[in-house]
């Protein structure tokens, strides 16, 4: 199976992960014009939806906890601004409409839920996104904490990172797909891409140990990679600019990465 699914050139859908891709995780991303509504319902799931761009109202229900309104959310133009996203947790079985008040783009990140656990649906403020600078020279990244470890969900684990042109990322090479914690932790993953200029492309690799999977693939605007195991490095070519929305779950919402021995000599640089 490719692990690389292309984004579509028109429609509502970007791009959606194919149903029984993962385990644990879905994913979609969507377009939407002025005035158009997007109903969701979470079932079984639990969701994240992130606001990538535009300004939207949201309007829902969750069964014994009653119906929420957020109204006028939305700041960014584009995900290559200094800016956090708005965002939205939803436990499962809500019903949810998102209804565009510009042109929109907004992702719909899913995993398994618990409706034992009594979580609410909330609403994410930009403010409430950890921000911070990982790695250092080439391998710099600016990375946006939206659905950490650190705060109340079930499965979901939601991060987006912009690389610099000529940089590296998700670098040296790591993977979560061993279940041993507290040594690592399984994590099944996407990697939604936007590229700047969108003209541009970007490279991601995935591969095992015993190179069961190894596929290197070209990425371009709204393009969506699969990582069911592996290492999964991406390159950003010189003159573009990456981002990728991220979304991990598996059967512990913890994340503890392996570096690939063969490239840890890189952490000494």
């Not at 109903?39 to 829902?60: F, K, N, Q, T």
Request: hydrophobic share 35%; charged share 20%.
């Amino acid at each position: 199976m490719s692990l690389l699914q292309k984004a579509t050139a028109t429609g509502r859908t970007l791009v959606q992960l194919t149903d029984g891709a993962l385990h644990y995780v879905g994913f979609a991303a969507y377009r939407l014009s002025l005035g158009e509504r997007l109903a969701l319902s979470a079932g079984d799931r639990e969701l994240c939806l992130v606001l990538l761009s535009g300004r939207v109202d949201i309007h829902g229900e969750t069964p014994g906890q009653g119906r929420f309104q957020w109204d006028n959310l939305g700041e960014r133009h584009s995900v290559f601004e200094e800016l956090s996203p708005f965002a939205a947790y939803l436990p499962p079985d809500t019903q949810v409409q998102v209804s565009a008040l510009s042109e929109v783009q907004i992702a719909v990140c899913a995993a398994p839920g618990s409706r034992e656990a009594g979580l609410g649906p909330r609403l994410i403020r930009p403010e409430q996104c950890k921000r911070s600078v990982r790695g250092r020279g080439a391998n710099t990244r600016y990375v946006c904490d939206i659905l950490p470890d650190s705060e109340p969900a079930h499965s979901l684990l939601v991060v987006e990172v912009r690389t610099p042109s000529g940089h590296s990322s998700s670098y040296p090479p790591h993977k979560h797909d061993t279940d041993d914690w507290p040594r690592q932790s399984f994590l099944e993953e996407t990697y939604y891409h936007q590229v700047h200029p969108p003209q541009g492309f970007v490279f991601q690799r995935v591969y095992t140990d015993d190179r069961s999977i190894d596929q290197a693939m070209a990425v371009e605007h709204h393009d969506l990679v699969v990582v069911p195991k592996g290492y999964h490095p991406v390159s950003v070519p010189y003159g573009y600019e990456s981002y990728y929305l991220n979304v991990m779950a598996g059967p512990k919402r913890v994340w503890q990465f392996h570096n690939d021995p063969q490239h840890s000599w890189l952490l000494d640089l």
